[in-house]
Structure formats: structure tokens, C-alpha cells
């Protein structure tokens, strides 16, 4: 499977590429910088990797939750590209990735994926891997709300992933533990949802491809 990734629904800014089971990718920290860097990642990856956007099986983004304007740009690179070159897209869960990239460093199944939504409240869920098929599962669904009001996971060992636990640590009646794995969502990260919604005929339509941000603005 011939993958590329897009992920800049947080100030981090990613690219990925999954070429014949090896995945090269680009990353950098960079708020309201996504528009600029995004394209010439994705360009850089290619030609790195000696591969045209034609050849491709399927474009992934990374639909949110998260910033308003970071959703949009990668979603609308998304579909441009897939209009393009005649390609399917796939949208993946923000917070599915963040908790595939706590499983990929530390091996632990289950996850609180706790995201910054401001004003206060954190958008989170609770997501289990399936160390077989290296799909991350839906456990409770993905909302938003304030911290005191996260239901903690009940499996015996789980952990917390993205940036949200730094304002649930400050709020007692969340519960949440003082510490959290992988600040930011990474492109890699996607790449097993989308392998897997790929062999599952999941691929949509370009112009099907749509932003998740459980409110109205960000």
C-alpha cells in the first residue's frame, strides 16, 4: 500500500508516507505555519522516496477534533491532491492517532486521549489497541467538555496521551494522572487506521471528506 499522511490539527505540523511497509515522515512544531510547510513536506517525501502523488493508494488527514483553521488545512490539501491525481481519501481520528503513537512508544493498550479544546475543556475519549491488527477501537465516544466532567477508563492499566492532561491536572475533581505521553499528534500515526480502512473498503470520496470539531468553533 502506497499511503500518505496529513496531520496539522494541533500547532505540530506532520507529513507521512507508508511506501512497500516502510513510512518516512516529516514533523516540525509550527503554529499558523501548516499552509507553508505543508505542501513542500509532502513534495520532499515523494521525491525522497522516488514516488509520484499518481502512484499513490490513498491520501489520509487527520479530520480532528482540534484547531478550526488546522483542521481545515490539512483536509483542504487533502481533497486538492485527491482531486488532482483521481485518489481516495480517508479521514482519521485525531485522537484514534495520538493514542496509536501512545501504543507505539510504550506498548500500553489502553488510553485516555486528552486534547486541548481551550476555553477551558479538553476534548478526549477513550481508545484500546488491537495489537493484532494495530487499529485503535473505540472504547467512549469522542466529546468535549470540561476536565472535571472525564470519565477515566476502568481497564486495570491505561494511560494518558496528548495535551489536554496539562489542564486536567490542575482540576482535582478530574482525577487525571500529573502526566501524559506525546504532546502532539504525528502523521506516522495515522497510517495504521488507514491501512486498516483501506482493507476495509472505507476509502471515501474527496468531496465526502469532512472536518470532526464536536462544536462550532474552535
Keep these: ?19 512497500a511497509g516502510e513510512t518516512r515522515q516529516r ?18 517525501l515523494c521525491a525522497e522516496a522516488g514516488i509520484a ?9 487527520s479530520v480532528g477534533p482540534g484547531a478550526f483553521t488546522g483542521v481545515r488545512v490539512a483536509t483542504a490539501l487533502a481533497q486538492g491532491l485527491a482531486f488532482a491525481f483521481e485518489l481516495p481519501v480517508l479521514g482519521v481520528s485525531t485522537l484514534a492517532a495520538l493514542a496509536l503513537g501512545g501504543y507505539r512508544v510504550s506498548g500500553v493498550r489502553d488510553w485516555l486521549v486528552t486534547q486541548d ?13 488491537d495489537p493484532l491488527r494495530h487499529e485503535a477501537l473505540l472504547v ?11 470519565v477515566l477508563p476502568t481497564v486495570q492499566e491505561w494511560e494518558v496521551v496528548g495535551s489536554g492532561w496539562a489542564i486536567g491536572a490542575n482540576e482535582a475533581s478530574a482525577g ?29 470520496r474527496a468531496e465526502t471528506l469532512a472536518p470532526v470539531y464536536l462544536r462550532p468553533a474552535v
Design 27 to 44: 514533523f516540525q512544531i509550527a503554529p499558523q505555519r501548516h499552509t507553508e510547510l505543508l505542501l513542500p513536506m509532502v513534495g520532499e
Design 176 to 204: 487525571l494522572p500529573a502526566a501524559s505521553r506525546l504532546l502532539w499528534p504525528e502523521a506516522q500515526d495515522l497510517i495504521p487506521q488507514a491501512r486498516q480502512g483501506l482493507l476495509a473498503g472505507l476509502q471515501q
Design 1 to 19: 500500500m502506497n499511503i500518505l499522511a496529513l496531520e496539522t490539527a494541533t500547532d505540530a505540523c506532520s507529513v507521512a508516507l507508508h511506501i
Design 53 to 61: 502523488l499518481a502512484a499513490l493508494d490513498l491520501i489520509a488527514v
Design 140 to 150: 467512549r465516544s469522542e466529546t468535549v467538555s470540561a476536565p472535571a466532567a472525564v
Design 117 to 129: 479544546a481551550r476555553r477551558g475543556e479538553l476534548y478526549w475519549a477513550h481508545y484500546a489497541i
